[in-house]
């Protein structure tokens, strides 16, 4: 068995789960970081996770 990580996702978009997808993104681990979208949003933070959305789209590596 080999013990390196090939991929990884990471459950959860709050603090500690944004460090660690941003550990794993600067390794080098393509990451995928999952998270649920509250339905009481703001037109500002549906705007915000649009944009978010887009960029994630833009910058995702294929696995």
Do not use: F, W
Not at 20 to 26: R, S, W, Y
């Amino acid at each position: 068995m080999n013990g390196r990580i090939k991929r990884a996702a990471v459950l959860g978009s709050g603090v500690m789960g944004a460090g660690i997808a941003a550990h794993l993104a600067n390794l080098g681990i393509p990451t995928l970081m999952l998270d649920i979208v509250p339905k009481d949003l703001s037109e500002e933070e549906k705007q915000d996770h649009v944009c978010a959305i887009k960029l994630r789209q833009k910058t995702r590596k294929s696995y």
